[in-house]
């Protein structure tokens, strides 16, 4: 006769170290649409997702791949592009009637200042309503404008937010 208790198993997602399911559930909780933001090797990916019960819904999406199309020359994982494609982003999702979102990172911590916060800041600067802590987490505007990688970035980035805004 077996003396032990049998072990659990977990969800596969979660085994996987794809998904977080009490972050998640929190996230959920609030009824909100989430903003999610990767970042990939390549890219930086995000999406406005409503869950529903068949499945989580797609509200708008963006990733750093269409600012080439804006004419965008630089690297696509950048603090610029990342400010980018957060202002890409919450431009798409205001046009498709969402007004407002919860921030999810994933597995990725913010520590501010970052990529992940450049994003954020572009989604706010876009018009979506966004809770975050304070102005203190967000990239000053010289790596906003890409002052630290490249010093005639500035002129570039402003004609790519001319674009997008209008």
């Not at 959920?28 to 999610?36: A, D, M, T, Y």
């Not at 020359?73 to 400010?83: D, E, I, Q, R, W």
Request: glycine share 10%; net charge positive; proline share 3%.
């Amino acid at each position: 006769m077996a003396t032990r208790k049998p072990r659990t198993i977990l969800y596969r997602r979660k085994r996987e170290g794809k998904t977080n399911y009490a972050k998640r559930l929190k996230l959920l909780i609030s009824g909100k649409p989430r903003l999610v933001v990767r970042i990939t090797n390549t890219k930086i990916i995000g999406q406005v997702v409503e869950f529903t019960g068949a499945g989580d819904k797609i509200l708008a999406g963006a990733d750093s791949y269409s600012l080439k199309k804006l004419g965008w020359k630089t690297g696509l994982k950048n603090v610029p592009a990342s400010y980018l494609t957060g202002l890409l982003l919450g431009k798409k999702a205001l046009k498709n009637g969402c007004t407002e979102a919860v921030f999810d990172t994933g597995f990725r911590a913010s520590f501010g200042q970052g990529r992940v916060s450049a994003f954020l800041k572009g989604v706010v600067d876009a018009g979506l309503q966004v809770p975050f802590g304070s102005e203190k987490i967000f990239p000053s505007q010289e790596r906003l404008n890409g002052q630290h990688v490249k010093e005639d970035l500035k002129s570039e980035i402003e004609n790519i937010k001319q674009k997008i805004m209008s």
